[in-house]
């Protein structure tokens, strides 16, 4: 299918997969997954000093936990250095390179001379018309591309618009260096024309290498693939993105507490509108994806608005779902593997399935919930915060002393039965619902907030209820 279309996300192994990197990827991916397309992925790994496979591994797990897939094996870019010189020898054939005996002494002093001028350091070409015989002996060349002189170079940007790049701004850049080792700027356009790519979308710090990646193509006579150069993501205060605005890696929303569906629906956002529409399903979100409603300004990033969706996300999840992500999360936090072999422990699964319903419905975050559900694991005597402790003064366990007797005689134990006896208890001691709620919910949870509390007494059962009771009031 010649008119399939083929995207790419091409990142550098040097560390995490990046927010900003993670929002590339997603853009492709939707619009390759718009179009009945393919987004294939290629590691840029030509940097063998700063590439290590940890850092592939950690690029595929965040991919794959944002549930972004790929089409077949990933490109490793540096595998392909073949394949790079020998279409270099080709420009060399065509005439559109050539080489360039220059010493880095003779670059330096043009780089020198350039900015002791006032112009930007540019190559001066001078190996540009010389005949190969005036080669120096023993002195292996760099190959340069011969880039037109005049005129310009036009990027007709799917998000930019129309950008011009005069051409005596770019100069005969380099191919292969002296050592034979191919270039950046050579390798991608060589690997994007091979693996077939139709339509570049990266961020626009890359927008004037797309100019003279353009001359590369048009060096070799290929087709120059769609481009569309997305605005870089910025903090909330506009400043360029920094740890502390959520400049981090996809593993570090996984151990926050973030969902996958909560944050490809968040990063579509960062760039992108479709109307009003601020919840979008992956679904939607690949219906209406389209380059022309990507903005050109840098969107922000803001921890809050994240926090607002994911919440919304974790309460349209389904209980057994969120409890899968949930698993995740805690598979990938400090002290989490404790938690979750107190799930496997029988029956505490079921229990974690009854509490889910109320605890979701006050949890931005699975970190939050852990928080929240850790009344279910707590041990006795429980641990009390500050806020809890106060609630459990004189007067406290005098209330939970008073209404020991009445919950050991509920023999229904169900929501609406522990719901009757404390009310009751309340109205004959003439208190307010909230005097015997506080006290009760410090001594069950330990914490001053919680889900409600019928809901902790049943979810805890009537034995371990009882107990956490009678400790508070010994
Ligand atoms: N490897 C480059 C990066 O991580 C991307 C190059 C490209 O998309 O053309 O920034």
Redesign the pocket.
Known sequence: MADQIITRF???PTGYLHIG?ARTALFNWLFSQRHGGKMLLRI?DTDRARSTTAAVDAILDGLTWLGLSWDGEPVSQFGRVSRHQEVVAEMLARGTAYKCYCTPQELDEMREKARAEGRPPRYDGRWRDRDASEAPAGVAPAIRLRAPLDGETVIDDQVQGRVVFPNKDLDDLVLLRSDGIPTYMLA?VVDDHDMGVTH?I??DD?LT?AARQKLIYEAMGWAVPVMAHIPLIHGPDGAKLSKRHGALGAEAYRAMGYLPAAMRNYLARLGWSHGDSEIMSTDEMIAWFGLESVGKSPSRFDFKKLENLNGHYMRATPDAELLLHWKACLAHVDGGESVLNWMALPGNEAKVLAALPGLKERAKTLVELTESASYLWRVRPLDMEEKAAALLDADGKAILAGLLPHLTADTEWSLASTEAVIKAFAETEGLKLGKVAQPLRAALTGRATSPGIYDVLVVLGKDEALGRISDQTR
Do not use: L
């Open positions: 091409a990142p550098s990197g840029e991608v570049i990266r961020g890359h290498n």
